[in-house]
């Protein structure tokens, strides 16, 4: 009767543990996820791809002002998420950056499922979501916080090595083709970026010693097999109905960008390093060796293998994101994980040692106190913080008046301003904005970019860049009928 006792309290523990943390989940992934407007440069194209796509239903090529988009040549499946988002929620922030968070959410699973079924503990699986959820480098814009390709990439590179890693240590062919199927997924995704972690794992198998039972199983080319009809199938369909396109991912993605700087992003080798260290993962860094040893030194065998993985993969991919030319403070993301689960060895010795170790006769509340104080301590200042930077950022002067501009269009969209008949006069990459644009016309609302150059009398100009604002004030005669924080539109009554 005493054993049936404890299961049913270990059972309900678990209840409490997985709804605790799906709640302490949902504020940094899911919360005000709409709150920002859509930041330029990759969000907003891949929002341009997505409504393109939602409007013309192309599916197979991307475009771009109506033309394929041979500047932005990753595959299609982040942007047929997107597609498929704005069918169900309408075009707007929400479609565009869902797909990101669930992916956040479905790792989240995919963690507590492979703590489950191989370490045999909710509590490590519960603790890497902790750390990760916390983690300023995965919870961030241009991760899961906006609809950029990083957070679904990062679902598939986890799941397919963690899969991996349990068919290495289980011998189970459904885990191998799981591996095989999330690598594709990862490819689908960003390209060549999902094959990053293949060099860890070829380490990895040949400390095991397993590269001979891998080549004479006849299910790994199975697998690769899949990976070359999906993959394969798709660049060349892609290039089929898009000539030069597979030119374009060479010179984009391939040896372009790894040999070469792209678009002025050169930085030092340890670039991702000091980042991790002092900004992205600041609170959690210094615990990243007491949880190798605490991992090295577990009883627990399966925790052993999962931090020396964990290392192999870190290390391995670092080297080879460190070593291109092209560097971005974002392609770091999908090494989160994987420092999550390192942490997590840590966590769980110290949470074990508490709760089965720790010999106290009396006072039975002490050991969940402990527990309490133990967890309460680790979390709550980066669980904070986390919680800080995305729900009152849209209030900060910063976000106002670097995206007022954006801001206006939207409040348009959402019927808050007539811009019926204005112009918009803005130099240099315009997507961000061009993504209302595109909403507002589809409403009847007619508005559309021009040059400086274009100005005539009767024009209703939206401006928010100096030059264009002092270009108008200096050459033209006219009204203000809007002022912000940047933002002015000028109604035009003729030359000076």
């Not at 972690?197 to 990895?204: D, R």
């Not at 374009?248 to 040896?255: C, F, K, R, S």
Request: charged content about 15%.
């Amino acid at each position: 009767m005493s054993g049936i006792n404890k299961i049913s309290s270990e059972l309900r523990l678990k209840i409490v543990g997985y709804v605790l943390l799906l709640g302490l989940v949902y504020f940094p992934v899911f919360g005000h996820l709409e709150n920002l407007s859509i930041r330029e440069w990759d969000e907003a194209r891949l929002a341009i791809n997505a409504y393109e796509m939602y409007r013309d239903g192309d599916i197979i090529v991307t475009h771009f002002n109506s033309l394929p988009d041979m500047w932005n040549t990753k595959p299609s499946l982040m942007v047929w998420f997107q597609s498929v988002g704005m069918h169900i929620f309408g075009p707007g922030e929400l479609a565009v950056r869902l797909p990101s968070a669930l992916a956040a959410l479905f790792l989240i699973f995919g963690f507590l499922y492979f703590s489950e079924k191989y370490i045999k503990s909710f509590w490590f699986g519960a603790f890497a979501v902790l750390v990760l959820i916390t983690a300023g480098g995965y919870i961030q814009k241009h991760a899961t916080r906006t609809g950029d390709y990083d957070s679904l990439l990062t679902l598939f590179t986890t799941m397919h090595c963690l899969a991996f890693l349990y068919y290495i240590e289980t011998r189970k062919n459904i885990a191998l083709y799981l591996s095989f199927m999330m690598v594709t997924l990862a490819v689908l995704t960003k390209s060549i970026q999902g094959l990053l972690f293949l060099p860890g794992l070829f380490i990895f198998t040949l400390i095991r010693k397993d590269i001979v039972h891998l080549i004479k199983n006849r299910h790994f080319y199975f697998g690769m097999l899949i990976f070359i009809v999906f993959v394969g199938g798709y660049y060349l369909l892609r290039e089929s109905v898009n000539p030069g396109y597979l030119e374009a991912v060479y010179n984009n993605e391939l040896g372009g960008r790894y040999l070469e700087t792209i678009e002025e992003h050169q930085e030092p080798f340890w670039f991702y390093f000091n980042n991790i260290r002092l900004v992205f993962f600041k609170e959690w860094f210094w615990f990243l060796p007491f949880g190798l040893v605490a991992g090295y030194f577990s009883r627990k065998r399966e925790i052993r293998q999962v931090t020396l993985f964990s290392l192999i993969m870190i290390v391995s991919y670092f080297l080879i994101i460190s070593s291109s030319k092209t560097k971005l403070y974002w392609y770091d993301v999908p090494l989160y994980p994987f420092m999550a689960l390192i942490i997590a060895a840590l966590i769980h010795f110290i949470f074990i040692f508490i709760k089965n170790k720790l010999r106290i006769r009396k006072a039975t509340w002490i050991k969940p106190l402990l527990m309490t104080i133990l967890l309460v301590g680790l979390f709550y200042k980066p669980y904070k913080k986390i919680i800080d930077t995305f729900y009152n950022a849209q209030t900060t002067s910063y976000e106002q008046k670097t995206f007022e501009h954006e801001y206006l269009l939207r409040d348009a969209v959402e019927g808050k301003y007539n811009l019926q008949n204005h112009v918009i006069i803005h130099q240099g990459y315009n997507v961000h904005l061009l993504f209302y644009v595109y909403q507002l016309n589809d409403q009847g609302i007619n508005i559309q970019f021009i040059q400086k150059e274009g100005i005539q009398k009767g024009m209703k100009v939206i401006a928010h860049q100096d030059e264009i604002k002092n270009y108008i004030e200096n050459n033209f005669t006219f009204e203000i009928t809007y002022e912000g924080w940047k933002v002015k539109i000028y109604n035009i009554n003729g030359s000076k």
